[in-house]
């Protein structure tokens, strides 16, 4: 009989690329729409940065569906306690959500009522951003759970300062994707800002970045053996030191793709550190919720793999294709 | 109020009205395929006006449904974690193939439609249509699994510690009830679009607007118009059977009927008096015994036969169950009357019929919401027919005062999208097809 915790060991590295993808594509359009106000200030401007992420967004955030489906099947109990423990975060990261999908064809649909739908993208984009790190950083840095895995503390057990610290480090880093994307697709005037954007969020980025790596160094125990944590420190560093590079090179594409990379390791140093965690118990590490007590069975995870492994590949074939139809810079009045 | 019967609340409210989005994006899509392809094969510009019009259309539809749909798969996890615990091997892996093979389809193509039709080739364009099409109906069938497995769960075993493990998988995804709820869904959702572009239609022709643009639409959305519904007559009747089979006292309180007899009446309208479990109203002798099994004396079981506490809403069912059936056959004779003035030409003179058409758009949707209510509340007090109580589903963590705030919010942010939704769907209608 295989050994199931080969298969628990593999979900955690499946969920964790299925939240890298959402961070990096839904990362850009959350960025794009936390930004709108600051890079963009004349209707065409605004019009051309929706414009960029009109074709894609919805197809960016069927990875956090896809996500949240995939943890659903493989670790059901983390799913149950985060999401019902979580309830009023949960909320209102869906309020966000639900206000920043709607905007972008509202504000297209409504002339009248426009200014407002901008705002309600702005607000929306930049709350989500901002709550999926504080989520991450309270099952990583541990949350009062009981002995049947439920939740027992409350909404402001949420507000401690590390998570907190996780969900500034999480949202530079989706400005960033944001910025960078930006870059990559606008022009003139809008370029010339949201090379200033990137410029700027790449020197915030490398304090909250370090702040995060060093607040993880003194948190965790046995860290100092943990070479994986230590590539990924080093890998975010060098990554967000190109982007300044090719940022004074004035090139407009390599960013993206640089702050992607970044991004990445910042999700590297935490699994480093987290496995095989998925909900830290801050009251007791025997009530950690972990990938061995909390998954589906051995036939459930085989299955799932089988579906991921021949499906996902699938998808990012034509989701390159549709990425490739719409490359090159934005323009005005693609929108029907 | 309890936690539990506001969970029951909140997931009833936003589950019913995301579907309304679903529904209209199924039927959109067929349209807009079947205008694509004849464009492909035709070059007839006037196919392509009507396919570019309803992508608009359905642009709003999708964001809607996307939206409110994220809602419903947090939702296991907000409030109804119990569930997520026991049901993870089995419900978890068919959602996650929502994703993977359905959703991603869907929402990526719907991109290329929106905003390509300049930038790809006529083929790709129309492939991009087969696409939304397909992911959008592999989306459903997705959800139609799940929603059946807890019907007529299948494929599973419970281990020594109780709990739910998947032994098959097809034989989970391939429940007794997963094909025929399919297609009855898709049909539903089929009916919904060929409504909405024959009322839109209907109300252009009506006005003199959009000239042949119209009329031709009128014509799709006419001839769809007579075949859905009749279709649906047919898989409603399979499915009808397979309650009476795999949920006997669904079935029996769809129709009120209460001692296991031979020879069971059909009613049209009625009221079930549940104190006395007595059923008035207006019915058709022996005709539920011979939809049954086409034998007028065949036996069909009564709610009496099962414990009283497994009982759903009895009236309750029975209203909605019909409400959806009588929406049904409405929806047969309009739909025919239609195919008989489109048959002798008469339909683009006939004002009373072309003003009548655009109020039947809410029609399918009465009809699939109150179709979902009688399927969900029958299966009370089952979350999981015969395996799992509602009660012992809910999240245990979360306080009535939380679910009561959440609830309140949904309630006005969607009240705000519906008003939205109406207002923009009726500027886009409004603008209309391209000159």
């Known amino acids: ?336 | 109020m309890s936690a539990l019967l506001l969970s029951r609340i909140q997931f009833a409210f936003t589950v019913g009205f995301h579907f309304l989005f679903p529904a209209m994006t199924l039927g959109t899509a067929l349209i807009i395929f079947i205008s694509e392809t004849i464009y492909l094969i035709k070059k007839d510009e006037t196919f392509k006006k009507i396919s570019d019009f309803l992508v608009k259309l359905l642009g709003l539809i999708f964001v809607m449904g996307a939206a409110t749909g994220i809602v419903m798969e947090f939702s296991f996890g907000t409030n109804w974690s119990g569930y997520s615990r026991a049901v993870g091997d089995v419900f978890g892996p068919i959602l996650a193939a929502e994703g993977v093979i359905a959703f991603f389809l869907e929402s990526v193509f719907l991109g290329v439609l929106i905003f390509a039709r300049e930038k790809v080739s006529p083929k790709v364009y129309w492939l991009s249509a087969l696409l939304v099409f397909a992911g959008g109906h592999l989306s459903a069938f997705w959800i139609v699994v799940a929603n059946s497995w807890m019907q007529t769960p299948a494929g599973y075993a419970i281990n020594e510690a109780g709990k739910i493990n998947l032994i098959s998988f097809t034989g989970a995804v391939f429940n007794p009830s997963t094909i025929v709820r399919f297609c009855h869904t898709v049909m539903a959702s089929w009916i919904t679009g060929a409504v909405m572009a024959a009322g839109i239609a209907g109300y252009y022709v009506r006005k003199g607007l959009h000239g042949q643009t119209a009329r031709t639409m009128l014509k799709i959305g006419i001839i769809l118009f007579a075949i859905t519904p009749l279709l649906q007559l047919a898989t409603g009747h399979i499915h009808a059977i397979e309650v009476i089979n795999m949920q006997p006292e669904k079935a029996a309180a769809f129709e009120g009927h209460f001692y296991t007899a031979k020879g069971v009446p059909l009613y049209a309208v009625g009221f079930v008096d549940e104190q006395n479990e007595k059923t008035y109203g207006i019915y058709v002798p022996k005709a539920l015994s011979f939809l049954y099994d086409f034998d007028w004396n065949s036996e069909i079981k009564g709610l009496r036969d099962f414990p009283k506490e497994n009982w759903p809403p009895v009236n309750f069912v029975f209203q909605v169950y019909h409400i959806m059936a009588g929406i049904g056959i409405l929806l047969i004779a309009l739909g025919l009357l239609g195919a008989y003035l489109l048959w002798t030409e008469k339909i683009y003179e006939n004002k009373l019929y072309l003003s009548i058409l655009p109020f039947l758009i809410p029609l399918p949707h009465i009809a699939h919401e109150t179709g979902w209510i009688a399927a969900e509340v029958g299966r009370q007090p089952w979350i999981i027919y015969k395996l799992m109580k509602t009660a012992d589903a809910a999240s245990v963590v979360v306080s009535a005062g939380e679910i009561a705030f959440s609830l309140l919010m949904f309630f006005l942010i969607y009240l705000l999208l519906a008003v939205m939704f109406v207002k923009l769907f009726i500027k886009i209608v409004q603008e209309g097809p391209a000159a």
Do not use: C
């Open chain 1, 1 to 336: 009989m295989e050994n199931i915790r080969n298969f628990q060991e593999l979900w955690f590295v499946l969920i964790l690329v299925l939240f890298i993808g959402y961070s990096l594509l839904d990362g850009f359009d959350l960025g794009i729409g936390a930004l709108m106000p600051f890079i963009g200030k004349t209707k065409e401007e605004k019009d051309i940065l929706i414009n960029s992420i009109g074709p894609v967004w919805d197809g960016n955030e069927v990875w956090l569906i896809t996500g949240g489906g995939a943890l659903f099947a493989a670790f059901p109990h983390a799913y149950a306690t985060a999401f019902s423990g979580f309830y009023l975060a949960m909320m209102l990261v869906l309020f966000a959500l639900i206000f920043r999908a709607v905007s972008i064809e509202f504000r297209t649909q409504d002339k009248a009522g426009a200014a407002i739908w901008e705002k309600s993208f702005f607000a929306g984009s930049a709350a989500a951003a901002l709550l999926f790190g504080v989520a991450l950083g309270n099952v990583v840095y541990g949350v009062p759970l009981n002995n049947k895995m439920e939740f027992t503390g409350n909404f402001f057990t949420l507000l401690r300062p590390v998570p907190l610290l996780f969900g500034i480090a999480g949202f530079a880093a989706i400005l960033l994707q944001g910025a960078s994307y930006a870059v990559m697709k606008t022009e003139g005037e809008l370029l010339k800002r949201s090379f200033r954007a990137v410029s700027i969020l790449v020197r915030v980025n490398l304090i909250t970045a370090i702040v995060y790596f060093l607040t993880m160094a003194f948190t965790f125990q046995d860290i100092t053996s943990n070479w994986l944590f230590y590539m990924a420190v080093l890998w975010t560093v060098l990554w967000l030191s190109a982007i300044s590079f090719s940022v004074k090179h004035k090139n407009d594409s390599s960013p993206f793709w640089e702050s992607s990379f970044a991004f990445i390791g910042l999700w590297l140093a935490v699994a480093a550190v987290h496995f095989p965690n998925l909900i830290k118990a801050s009251n007791d590490q025997n009530l950690s919720i972990t990938i061995y007590n909390s998954s589906t069975g051995l036939q459930t995870l085989k299955l799932m793999s089988v579906i991921a492994l021949i499906g996902m590949p699938v998808v990012i074939a034509y989701t390159i294709f549709v990425y490739r139809v719409f490359k090159g810079k934005a323009k005005l009045s693609e929108h029907y």
